[in-house]
């Protein structure tokens, strides 16, 4: 072939990156932002969570093995200093609040959790019934409740 032949010919990737500028200047980089929201949830749909889990890690590790883990220290700390330009440093003190509000109501939780399978076992034994335990647990030890005072209830 010759040049002459040639003349205006273009890759398909050329050709794709062309067709692409065009649909961007007529309908806008948002046409672009919906269809792949939507094909996500199509994704999601047919393949669950779980897939882009596995395809997270599998990107996550290759990612690790080509550029070092010095590497996501390095992109922590830029987002992080970015965090902190565009929100302020009180936005930590913030978001390390609320995540400790949500510990401690977790512990709380928990805790009334134990106390009512306590308080279940106990009146099962009081009821002359044995609760059964499950394997490998302490025995509960029934203990007599503790006398109320003033500022101790």
Do not use: C, H
């Not at 590790?61 to 565009?86: C, L, N, P, S």
């Amino acid at each position: 072939m010759s040049d002459k032949d040639n003349k205006g010919s273009m890759t398909v990737a050329e050709a794709g990156r062309k067709g692409g500028e065009t649909v961007r200047n007529e309908r806008g980089r948002e046409f672009y932002e919906t269809i792949g929201r939507k094909g996500g949830a199509t994704v999601k749909a047919e393949r669950g969570r779980s897939f882009y889990e596995e395809i997270g890690r599998k990107g996550g590790e290759t990612v690790k093995a080509e550029r070092g883990a010095k590497f996501y220290e390095e992109i922590g700390k830029k987002g992080g200093d970015r965090v902190k330009a565009t929100r302020g440093p009180n936005f930590y003190e913030e978001i390390g609040r609320k995540g400790g509000q949500k510990v401690k109501k977790l512990i709380e939780e928990g805790k009334r959790a134990a106390l009512a399978a306590k308080t279940a076992q106990e009146a099962a034994a009081a009821a002359g019934g044995a609760a059964p335990q499950q394997e490998g647990a302490a025995p509960v030890v029934a203990t007599p409740p503790e006398p109320t005072t003033p500022g101790n209830e």
